[in-house]
T-cell receptor, first 113, second 114 residues
Framework: AQSVTQLDSHVSVSEGTPVLLRCNYSSSYSPSLFWYVQHPNKGLQLLLKYTSAATLVKGINGFEAEFKKSETSFHLTKPSAHMSDAAEYFCVVSDRNDYKLSFGAGTTVTVRA | SQTIHQWPATLVQPVGSPLSLECTVEGTSNPNLYWYRQAAGRGLQLLFYSVGIGQISSEVPQNLSASRPQDRQFILSSKKLLLSDSGFYLC?????????????FGPGTRLTVL
């Protein structure tokens, strides 16, 4: 069985400062890991994915995440937050060859001017 | 390129009325298709998924049903809506032969049951 824990339900940062969203996962097999972003009343957009290639994954809009197997973590970071980064972020895990995704509860990011 | 459409975008329905939400995918063949519900302040709950025409798996017993009449069409239905059916409904697709199961989401339908 697979599961995801997002350690922060809400993160507030000032514009131009770093953003860190924490995610721990549990998976029986070698997992695929994803970060999705959702702006209000919109669908989910894929930010980045880990699929057993490089452990440091770069995504869109300046986001990146590092896969750490020993810590079962996949934290999302961005060096400088922008007002447009205000949204909800979901960490997601999938066991290989499994049709289903397991979603974290989400982290809401607010960006202060 | 592939695109996914959902309609309607918003819907307000009385309790006890029927429901039909439609999802269509363009630019790919034989996709896996999924219906999710996102209730206020909660994460995503997988409702149904389909690996082919007429093949529907239900994840949670409930007041809803799904059908896949065509390869790239996925419909979510209810005969009688409940207040608890309110939420944001998302359709998604993935490539059936992919081992990574990256899913692509539609824009969603906001359903309010009064």
């Amino acid at each position: 069985a697979q599961s995801v824990t997002q350690l922060d339900s809400h993160v507030s940062v000032s514009e131009g400062t770093p953003v860190l969203l924490r995610c721990n996962y549990s998976s029986s097999y070698s997992p695929s890991l994803f970060w999705y972003v959702q702006h209000p009343n919109k669908g989910l957009q894929l930010l980045l994915k880990y699929t057993s290639a490089a452990t440091l994954v770069k995504g869109i809009n300046g986001f990146e995440a590092e896969f750490k197997k020993s810590e079962t973590s996949f934290h999302l970071t961005k060096p400088s937050a922008h007002m447009s980064d205000a949204a909800e972020y979901f960490c997601v895990v999938s066991d290989r060859n499994d049709y289903k995704l397991s979603f974290g509860a989400g982290t809401t990011v607010t960006v202060r001017a | 390129s592939q695109t996914i459409h959902q309609w309607p975008a918003t819907l307000v329905q009385p309790v006890g009325s029927p429901l039909s939400l439609e999802c269509t995918v363009e630019g790919t063949s034989n996709p896996n298709l999924y219906w999710y519900r996102q209730a206020a302040g909660r994460g995503l709950q997988l409702l149904f998924y389909s690996v082919g025409i007429g093949q529907i798996s239900s994840e949670v017993p409930q007041n809803l049903s799904a059908s896949r009449p065509q390869d790239r069409q996925f419909i979510l239905s209810s005969k009688k809506l409940l207040l608890s059916d309110s939420g944001f409904y998302l359709c998604a697709w993935s490539v059936i032969i992919s081992s990574y199961n990256e899913q692509f989401f539609g824009p969603g339908t906001r359903l309010t049951v009064l």
